[in-house]
């Protein structure tokens, strides 16, 4: 691609000032007070495309919060490159324990980030990097070099399970027709280490409410004579694990994907050290299934995690009560194989028998989604590693990511087509927490590396 390094250096303020204001619209789909804001941005993403090049761009209504869809089409017989993001941000709490606030951007330089990197919710996850795409498009556009036609779908409600993207992808197969889908909502090793993320696991998240008594009861009249449903709650969580932390539940692991001592091998020779690994988090020790290494364990193996637990009095000083209700909410990440309604059945079934006499349970589905895995020897693949070659200067490693994009298996399922996960993140940017940052620098080589995707996709279709 010509000049691209010269046109992202002259733009370079221009790029970062456009994500900063981006960054300040706290666009979170899960709390309904931010309504307003969700939909702003989807005019924000809408006027932006407008801006980069896309002849055509819409927000089409769903019964949630509205896509973005936009495209290019300079010739129908080229390949179609189909670019799926997210607007929404997950919420900031808690707030307390960010340094700067989550909504007002601020640039840091860190030990990890010595350019500088931009903290605020959402950098990394994914406004940062969507944008990443909609930069790269204007560069191809205002310099006539994009390769072959290309269409956006930003979405508004990846963060709280896409729910009405599976409708909106049925129902325009047509609109979305592509060669390929290029996604960037994953990360990297290292900004020496480049990889391009070839599986994901899927998920499923419920939650569960525990019910003793009709009412809170005085610890003192009732203590030791009625079910706690907080007790009770507790013990069955912690029942769902064996002294390995292996997964109690019958059946779970029926269907778990393998993986031969050959690909277990290969993903080992990705450069980790557990030392720093350890120093990063502030723990002294590792934890997990046993059996298997930590990279492992949060890539190829599923896992279960209680994400927040509560009930009963939990204001300042005293209350003396045994609460009537505990709840849960409860996240499994599964494995290619593992169908995530199944899972979710399976789960139902096991902790509705582990109960107490005296309690009632009832365990309430949120949403879930299939794992997925990209063949390495697909012209995507291909073209995203010649694409990080250029501009890294690297061969990318091919890497299984511990996270979850339950849409990625809806695409080959509706749209028959593979999907490519050129992330830029790293590991260390804290998306979902306080603080979470993107790099300036990984902002920028995203862009730059992004066009090589469509050059060297368009040559590799023609062969």
């Known amino acids: 691609m010509n ?48 801006k980069a090049g896309c002849d055509s761009v819409e927000i ?39 340094d700067s606030p989550p909504y007002e951007p601020v640039i840091k330089k860190t030990d990890k980030h010595p350019e500088g990197a931009i903290f605020a919710r959402g950098a990394c996850d994914d406004k940062g990097q969507m944008y990443m795409h909609v930069k790269a498009m204007e560069f191809m556009t205002s310099t006539n070099q994009l390769p072959c036609n290309v269409k956006f779908m930003i979405e508004g409600e990846e963060e709280v399970g896409s729910a009405n993207l599976a409708t909106f992808v049925k129902n325009n197969q047509e609109k979305l027709k592509n060669d390929v889908i290029l996604i960037s909502d994953t990360g990297m090793i290292a ?52 002294e390995n932390n292996h997964i109690t539940i019958p059946g779970f692991y029926d269907n778990v994907e393998k993986l031969s001592k050959e690909e277990r091998a290969e993903m080992a020779k990705a450069p980790f050290n557990l030392e720093h690994y350890k120093n990063a988090l502030d723990i002294d020790a590792v934890y997990g299934e046993a059996g298997y290494t930590t990279n492992e364990r949060n890539s190829i193996r599923p ?78 693949y291909q073209a995203a590693s010649k694409a990080y070659q250029d501009t890294f200067g690297k061969t990318p490693i091919p890497q299984r990511s511990g996270g979850s994009i339950p849409i990625v298996a809806l695409f080959e399922q509706e749209l028959k087509s593979k999907t490519i996960l050129m992330g830029f993140g790293l590991d260390s940017d804290a998306i979902h927490s306080p603080n979470e940052h993107f790099g300036i620098w ?18 590799l279709s023609k062969k």
């Open 3 to 50: 000049n691209i390094q010269s046109y992202i250096k002259e733009h370079k303020d221009r790029f970062l000032n456009e994500l900063v204001e981006l960054l300040k619209i706290p666009s979170v789909s899960a709390d309904s007070a931010y309504k307003n804001d969700v939909l702003k941005t989807a005019e924000v993403i809408k006027t932006s495309l407008e």
């Open 60 to 98: 089409c209504k769903t019964n949630g919060y509205p896509i973005v869809y936009g495209e290019k089409i300079i010739n129908k017989s080229l390949p179609t490159v189909l670019v799926y993001g997210h607007y929404d941000v997950q919420p900031a709490d808690p707030i307390e324990l960010w």
């Open 191 to 242: 900004n020496d280490v480049p990889s391009i993320t070839t599986g994901l696991r899927g998920l499923s998240y419920v939650e569960v409410e525990v019910t003793g008594p009709n009412r809170d009861l005085h610890s003192g009249l009732y203590g030791g004579a009625v079910a706690n449903p907080i007790n009770i709650l507790t013990k069955m969580i912690a029942s769902l694990h064996d």
């Open 303 to 380: 896992t279960l995690d209680v994400n927040g637990i509560w009930g009963g009095y939990i204001g300042e000083g005293a209350k003396t009560v045994i609460a009537s209700k505990a709840y849960a909410k409860i996240s499994m990440r599964l494995v290619p194989n593992q169908d995530w309604e199944n899972i979710t059945k399976l789960f139902k079934t096991h902790f509705e028998k582990i109960a107490s006499k005296g309690i009632k349970v009832k365990v309430t589905p949120h949403h879930g989604g299939q794992g997925y895995v990209t063949p390495i020897n697909s012209i995507g």
């Open 442 to 459: 990984n902002y920028l080589k995203g862009i730059e590396t992004i066009p090589f995707f469509y050059k060297y996709f368009t040559e």
